[in-house]
């Protein structure tokens, strides 16, 4: 969602930031440079994102990520909420998942 409507960066608190940012893989490489974009030219379609990324290693990645969704879907700013909340959720999710098998 944020690949494509990064205005949405905005909408998120600096915690959700720092945890998107320190994402494994190219995940986080993305999330960082979206950090860094926004700080300094501000929000941006995803066409002169697409663009500006080519030159990222992980470029490729985030493009074809893109390329394969369902155009018809139009996410909404809802849809990012509930998302971060998941996101913020699965440590616990699998804290209480390795106490359980312990018992």
Known sequence: MLLLHGAWWDALGAADHAMLC???GWHG???AFLDRHMAEHGPVPWAA???????EPWGSDARALVDEQDPAIEP???????SMGQLREA????????????L
Request: hydrophobic share 45%; no cysteine.
């Open 22 to 24: 320190a994402l494994p």
């Open 29 to 31: 490489a993305w999330f």
């Open 49 to 55: 994102l697409r663009e500006r990324i080519g030159e």
């Open 76 to 82: 909404a700013l809802d849809d990012l909420q509930l």
């Open 91 to 102: 440590p616990k999710r699998r804290e209480a998942d390795r106490i359980l098998r312990r």
